[in-house]
């Protein structure tokens, strides 16, 4: 039971355009949202976050939308710059002590 | 300052053997997870210690993985009479506060079991 789906498991994208990265849930409880990144043969490193109280978190380049009503997230970056090329994994808390559920991840390609 | 540090970053065993993986997570962090990577896949979480006590052990597999924390800092998991679908990376995570869910990750020990 997949309760945080990436249903796109690769994106390319123009370098200077927006990505958009998409992130679908089913798990009702989950209250807090977080998106972490990852290059290869490292581990994942967090991105950006949102709680449920709110539907939108911005940081510099990146911004979380969050729409409760779909159970959807979404994380756009623009622009794109070709380091913002990795994995990108969604995960959700559910309020308990710190455990995060993972999506399987989009791989995201900017291409120069 | 030093981030979460896991050894080794590769182990390679033959099934049945027995394996033990090393964490060392940022100094002062509360919280410890370790989390399962299977090719293609996220990271799946096994278990969680809140300094040496080990509140969650829900995701491991099989009374084959075993983990421990004793003094609240350095973690090892060991998996005994390792078999091929243990194969994996093996990811590691703290974070300082409780109820905090933002996580450091080690880059991870990655097990192949031949």
């Known amino acids: 039971d997949q309760q945080v789906k990436q249903n796109s498991p690769s994106l390319s994208v123009q370098e200077g355009r927006i990505s958009i990265l998409n992130c679908d849930y089913t798990?009702?409880?989950?209250?807090?949202f977080l998106w972490y990144k990852k290059y290869p043969a490292e581990g994942p490193t967090f991105l950006i976050s949102i709680s449920s109280i709110k539907d939108k978190n911005e940081d510099g380049r990146f911004t979380v939308f969050l729409n409760k009503s779909a159970k959807h997230l979404s994380l756009h970056i623009v622009p794109s710059q070709p380091g913002d090329s990795a994995v990108y994994f969604c995960a959700a808390g559910d309020g308990g002590y710190q455990k995060v559920t993972f999506g399987t991840g989009t791989k995201l390609q900017v291409i120069p | 300052g030093a981030g979460v540090s896991q050894s080794p970053r590769y182990k390679v065993a033959k099934r049945g053997q027995d394996v033990a993986l090393r964490c060392d997570p940022i100094s002062g962090h509360v919280s410890l997870f370790w989390y399962q990577q299977a090719l293609g896949q996220g990271p799946e979480f096994l278990t969680y210690?809140?300094?040496?006590?080990?509140?969650?052990k829900s995701g491991l597999p099989s009374d084959r993985f075993f983990a421990e924390r004793p003094e609240g800092s350095v973690s090892t998991l060991k998996i005994q009479r390792t078999q091929q679908e243990d194969s994996a990376v093996y990811l590691c995570?703290?974070?300082?506060?409780?109820?905090?869910?933002?996580?450091?990750f080690g880059p991870g020990t990655r097990l192949t079991v031949t």
């Open positions: 798990n009702s409880m989950f209250d807090y």
């Open positions: 210690f809140q300094n040496e006590a080990q509140l969650d």
């Open positions: 995570a703290s974070s300082l506060r409780l109820f905090a869910y933002e996580q450091y």
